[in-house]
């Protein structure tokens, strides 16, 4: 009946008709579309209508404003909210019910469409239930969480106690919350603290899944490497993401080939990164690691698994930074220098270091192990070719030698055996070695343990010099001053002895 009257009405009552009743007709009118199921933003002609006969529709300027908040009508109440200073009405009527019903409206079209750290300042005026308070403000946590507003957010949950007011509700806020606690754990908190934020049950599995892979990630890439075992331990989605779909499975298998690399599981790691190429990984990143990779497996003393990533090491520096080229190249000798390595390929990779700015005493320090290894391998003609190399930096050497210079002469000495033109500098190289040692070690002593092989080399030089009693003489004098010395040496001076 009352719509039935309306439209019989004119749109705005006759001058004829009485202030008074032409007032309460138009609030009447008013409230007439606050009804349920009417139309809210018809009011808003009708508070124009009460303007102009010196009258006021605050109330039901509020209530419409209020209507079209909770049927989700957001731009609408934007603009009423501009066109009618909202705001205003809502501080002058907060005593009313529809001052506090404007006050919420706000709060919740705060949530939203505008800025959720305003919500704590617009429910502090407002009277109602404790519940409801909290569910704006934990809404309002979750939207700074979501829009990665992560200083607001933190400033947000110390200023609100935030864990406390999850704990006060339930359902799929509660779930929210949690969930958005754990985002900020990520992104700006401690990531060690997500997966006891995400203990609820009602939590989603992939959700948490996604989020315990993010935290181990996190923890791998602030070197917080035994919180990150501990929780691959806790958590086996962690130490075993392949498989798992997702940027955070990936990040996190990315994370654990690097945790492998820095607790000293290198071949673990080679075989993460094989199986991250195959998934199309970027070929720069993979290039770092597997060289990064490469020079643990040498320092680790695998050769076999070094060996096996040597060929592709060269095409892999062009993504290295100066300083892990030149490590690489430096294991790439050390790889070399082993029984059944590419011996031959030592002088050239050598050269390469010095050229790349290879510290001296660094470049030193390999020349001598590289000479050594190659004449202990029988690798004379390739020994050869470090000579000019080698030989400056012995003649500088003074007792007492330092092993690598010990290992040096001896390496020398041996290799000027091979060619009869090179004896003499061959004893005499042994014998400035077996010195040098003599003067490390008091009679009676063990000798140390080149001091045989030494004295053993300079009796075969002499003897080759034809200098046998010279060489039985040494014999005589150091088998009676140091105990141990081998039977083949004991032999060859008593056939000496008349």
Request: hydrophobic share 55%.
């Amino acid at each position: 009946p009352a719509e039935r009257l309306l439209a019989a009405l004119p749109a705005r009552p006759s001058p004829a008709i009485p202030p008074g009743l032409a007032r309460n007709a138009l609030l009447s009118l008013a409230n007439f579309h606050l009804a349920p199921g009417q139309e809210p933003g018809r009011v808003f002609a009708v508070a124009a209508a009460l303007h102009d006969i010196g009258e006021t529709a605050d109330k039901p300027v509020l209530g419409a404003f209020t209507r079209l908040v909770n049927a989700s009508r957001y731009e609408e109440a934007l603009a009423a909210e501009a066109a009618y200073e909202i705001a205003a009405l809502t501080r002058q009527w907060a005593g009313t019910e529809a001052g506090r019903d404007a006050g919420l409206a706000r709060t919740v079209l705060d949530l939203a469409v505008g800025d959720p750290a305003d919500i704590p300042v617009r429910l502090s005026g407002l009277d109602m239930e404790h519940s409801r308070k909290a569910a704006l403000l934990l809404d309002a946590f979750i939207r700074l969480v979501n829009a990665a507003r992560y200083g607001h957010a933190q400033d947000f949950m110390a200023a609100h106690d935030v864990a406390n007011l999850t704990a006060q509700v339930d359902g799929d806020l509660a779930v929210d919350a949690a969930i958005a606690r754990a985002v900020l754990a990520l992104g700006a908190g401690d990531p060690a603290q997500v997966p006891g934020l995400l203990a609820a049950p009602e939590i989603p599995a992939a959700r948490r899944e996604a989020l315990v892979l993010g935290a181990f990630t996190g923890l791998v890439n602030a070197g917080r490497y035994e919180e990150a075992e501990a929780l691959a331990a806790a958590a086996p989605v962690c130490a075993a993401p392949e498989g798992r779909q997702g940027a955070a499975a990936m990040d996190a298998r990315w994370a654990a080939m690097l945790l492998d690399l820095q607790r000293g599981r290198a071949a673990v790691a080679v075989r993460r990164l094989a199986a991250l190429e195959a998934e199309g990984g970027d070929a720069a990143l993979l290039g770092a690691f597997y060289v990064d990779a490469f020079v643990r497996l040498v320092n680790e003393a695998d050769f076999t698994g070094a060996a096996a990533l040597a060929p592709e090491v060269e095409k892999w520096l062009a993504h290295c930074a100066p300083h892990a080229r030149l490590d690489a190249k430096v294991a790439l000798v050390i790889l070399a220098m082993q029984p059944g390595g590419a011996a031959r390929e030592i002088p050239k990779l050598l050269a390469a270091l010095a050229e790349a700015g290879l510290a001296e005493a660094r470049l030193q320090e390999l020349t001598l192990a590289s000479f050594a290894a190659l004449v202990n391998g029988a690798a004379f003609e390739t020994a050869r070719k470090l000579l000019p190399f080698v030989e400056p930096v012995l003649i500088t050497l003074r007792p007492p030698f330092a092993p690598m210079g010990q290992d040096a002469l001896f390496a020398a000495a041996m290799l000027y055996l091979q060619d009869k033109a090179d004896w003499r500098r061959s004893a005499a190289s042994f014998a400035r070695l077996r010195d040098g040692l003599v003067k490390l070690m008091s009679p009676g002593e063990t000798p140390l343990a080149l001091f045989w092989p030494a004295l053993r080399g300079e009796v075969l030089a002499l003897q080759r010099l034809n200098r046998d009693e010279e060489a039985m003489l040494l014999l005589r004098d150091f088998i009676g001053t140091y105990p141990g010395a081998p039977d083949d040496l004991r032999v060859l001076l008593k056939g000496s002895t008349p």
